[in-house]
């Protein structure tokens, strides 16, 4: 074998891991006293936007071979185990576990926190506002499939706001028990993911009885417990229900991804490249969108997205839910934020937050 070659080339691997292991507490000994500082003042253990730095520092400092998202994912593992060490947090999320909702849990605040199952998207608004749970991620916008106007809904009566957003792939699978369509007659899963991979299953499987179930995860467990039911879910939900794959990757979207939003009780500060997140509505009269935009233009402001929703009075208004570049506090951002204030019939800012790095 090669191990007289591989022998010096493991004692240097043994020798680096020393000096990390080394730093990785020096680390966490300075985030220890950060955590110290920060509890004379009761002040917020995370900090996205001083999260948000150190992970594009590092990008920005990285010279390879590791790829800047692999050196991503491990520091935000290590500040997430830092962090945990100030106090770890408590991150509210549609459940049960094994959701999408999940995952984009672990991306924002790596694995070191308290995840905590809700049963809806209101549960999720509910515990993080009661203090139960620090933070709550909620999806918003899925790519194929457009808004979650539950979540939408939520946003314009909370006391909440967003601070941070997190964007992941969304891949669905068909499962079962036996890893066969063999005796299966239902394929359950969210509604959204039955829309998702809509075309998918009316080629494939167009008469095989289709239920909409509370999550994918509920439709994984379901099928872990009869033989007759197959689950769209994601294959880590697969997993741990111990199903087998019929088919992967059967999202009617290669790309479907869907977008969560961060909501807490925290102002987010700057963080050197930001977003800002609103909703208006504008009196109902001609022009009225048009003019209701004009501040943005004339302070130089982007719009990067702009979604409407309909306020329910009955006279064809809407709620308009417009994500700007920047940050409140920047003087063009907040300049053209008054503007929209006094104009508009309804004005709030969802938040202002870090762009995902
Ligand atoms: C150490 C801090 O607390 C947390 C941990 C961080 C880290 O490990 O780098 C960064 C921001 C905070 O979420 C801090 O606020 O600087």
Redesign the pocket.
Known sequence: MNDNKLLPLREKIDAIDAAILELLNQ?AS??QE??HV?AETN??????E??AQ?LRNMAAKNTGPLLNEDIQLI?RE??????AL?RRVVVAFLGPVGTFSEQAVYKQFGRAIEALPCISIDEVFRATEAGTADFGVVPIENSSEGAINRTLDLLLQTSLAISGEVAIAVQHSLMSKSGTMEGVTRICAHSQALAQCQAWLNQHYPHVERQAVASNAEAARMASADFSVAAIASEIAGHQYNLGIVSAHIQDDPHNRTRFAVVGRLNTTPSGKDQTSIVLATPNKAGAVYNLLAPLSKHGVSMTRFESRPARTGNWEYYFYVDVEGHAMDAKVKAAMDELNQDAAFFKILGSYPCTV
């Open positions: 680390r300075v985030a950060v955590g920060k002040a917020p253990v995370f900090r996205p001083r999260e150190v520091f290590v500040m997430s185990a830092c962090r100030e």
